[in-house]
């Protein structure tokens, strides 16, 4: 097994191990959803509050290892697997720490949720900009628009662009931390222009291209 696949199963294993352990003094129906003043606005029974992020996390993970070999561009994902592995090692650190969060706050330890959320996703989007900015053409991971999937330098263009946006709301991302009432603005807001921005500009850069080669 590759490293990353170790530390994952690792986690995932450790995840498992403490939901078992701390079963027995979770109340009967555990909090799992918070709403944006970061107040419980939602629950689920004990079994379901204990388990289903780590069940969650082993089907990515499942996930993680079958990608590179059913993507019909493998190739190129060897191509950035360093990048690749470390991506889904952030994405599984980053829900089991959602996890730990709510195993806590189920036990009565109080603290503001949506602060302590912050840093996560900041760090999510950060190395998700750094995972674009050296992604080869592929039909998983990456801004996988119907134009960066037909044009090598379309793609190219997109995720030289993307990775950085993407750092950047990563950065932003931070002040919700400061600005904690503003939190979820930090959070949402610059992620979704980002995502439609990279959309439209994977657009015009393929009509772009294909005016250029209709000249040529």
Known sequence: MRKSEIVCA?????????GIYLYSPM???????????????GYMSKFWGVFLVPLI?????????IIPHIDP??????????????????????I??????????????RFNLIQLMTPAFAVLFYYSG??????????????RTPWTLSSEKVWNQTHALGGKLFKITGI????????????LFFILVPLIVVG?????????AYREETKMAQKS
Not at 10 to 18: D, E, G, K, T, V
């Open 10 to 18: 690792a986690l995932i294993l450790i995840s498992f191990i403490a």
């Open 27 to 41: 109340p009967y129906r555990m909090a799992s959803h918070w709403n944006i003043s970061g107040d419980v606005d």
């Open 57 to 65: 996390a082993f089907g990515l993970f499942l996930l993680f290892l």
């Open 73 to 94: 561009k493998k190739h190129n994902i060897e191509q950035f697997r360093v990048y690749y592995d470390r991506f889904f090692i952030v994405i599984i650190v980053f």
């Open 96 to 109: 089991l720490y959602i996890y730990l969060l709510t195993l806590l706050w189920n036990l009565n330890v």
């Open 130 to 143: 750094v995972v674009i900015s050296h992604a080869k053409m592929n039909w998983f991971v990456g801004i």
């Open 172 to 183: 932003i991302a931070l002040l919700g931390i400061i600005f904690i009432n503003y939190a």
């Open 196 to 204: 439609i921005y990279t959309v439209v500009y994977s657009y015009f």
